[in-house]
Structure formats: C-alpha cells, structure tokens
C-alpha cells in the first residue's frame, strides 16, 4: 500500500508540473494582449498563417508561399530588432547576456527567412519543408512575447513550448484536414 500512495503522489505531482507547464503555453498565446505594441507583429503573423495554412497550404507548401513565409521570418527578424534597439535607448531593458541572446535569434530568424527566400528563388526543393507557415507561425507566436519581455524566459516557458508544439500543430492538422477545401484549389 504505501508504494501504490506513493507511485499515486508522484503521478498527482507529474499531472500538476504538465497542467502548470499548459497553462504556461496558454499564456504566451495570450502574451500579446498585455503588450499591445507587440499586436503589429503578432497580428500580420496570424493573418498570414490563417490565409496561407488554410486557402493555400491545404496541400502542401509550394515554392511561392514557402519563399513568402521567408520574408515573414526576415520581417519578424527586423521587428525583433527594432523593438531591443528601441527599448535599450529608452532605457527600458539592459544589455546583458538575455537581450544580446534575443539579438542574436532576430539576427538567427533573419538569415533563415533570407536564406529560404534566396534558395526557394534557385527553386531548391528542400524550401518547401523548412519554409512551412504553421511551423513558423508557431515559433513566431511563441517567441515574440519572450523578446518582447512580456513573458520572462524560463526553463518552464521553454519545456511549454517544446512539448506543446506537437498538440498545436496537430489541433491545426485536424482542423486542416476536416475543414472544406477552398474553392481557390478548384481553380489551379
């Protein structure tokens, strides 16, 4: 019996350490409502990934949205970096080793968003997978309340985002999959 009341305590701890880290992701979607300088990133991203996961990428990613999805990373890159330069002069954040890690993703997003924007242009096959909306979205929509400070890095927020990607992108699949097609397929 006690092994069965302590096998119970740590399945209850397991259960209530993976509600918390939910709860977490949930927030970040959340994030930018308490923020809203950080809607005129959020907003043009959401829009694209709705517009383009459902009317375009039904099925699959082709060259143009991929390359398109490419210029959405070197935008969210470049307002990444608008906002920390703007912030750092305005004395709201400091330089330290988390505000030049953020400089360093923005400049990370920047150069993939060019790099799939210059190879889907030599129309290399492999853009399609890496240039992806809904992956994108997901990890623009998870990071931007982490660049912008309204969400603080930590190693829950990170374990959030990692193992929830799976329930976002699978809640969008079924979505995807039982939705109707758009008539735009109807017409290529």
């Not at 400091?94 to 150069?111: N, P």
């Not at 985002?161 to 109807?186: G, M, N």
């Amino acid at each position: 019996m006690p092994f069965i009341a302590a096998l119970l305590n740590s399945l209850v701890l397991v259960l209530l350490f993976f509600w918390g880290l939910f709860k977490t992701w949930l927030g970040i979607f959340i994030a930018p409502l308490f923020n809203l300088e950080m809607l005129w990133i959020i907003i043009p991203v959401w829009l694209n990934w709705f517009f383009s996961e459902f009317f375009q990428e039904k099925k699959g990613t082709s060259l143009g949205n991929a390359i398109t999805n490419g210029g959405i990373m070197v935008w969210v890159g470049v307002d990444w970096t608008r906002y920390m330069v703007r912030a750092l002069s305005a004395e709201l954040i400091k330089f330290d080793v988390i505000t030049s890690l953020k400089f360093l993703l923005a400049l990370l997003i920047s150069g993939i968003g060019i790099f799939i924007v210059a190879e889907g242009i030599k129309k290399k096959r492999f853009v399609h997978f890496i240039g992806r909306v809904r992956e994108t979205t997901y990890l623009f929509v998870m990071i931007s309340p982490i660049i912008y400070g309204t969400v603080p890095l930590s190693l829950n927020v990170v374990l959030a985002i990692i193992i929830f990607a799976p329930l976002f992108y699978y809640i969008i699949e079924l979505i995807d999959r039982y939705t109707p097609t758009p008539k735009s397929y109807e017409e290529r």
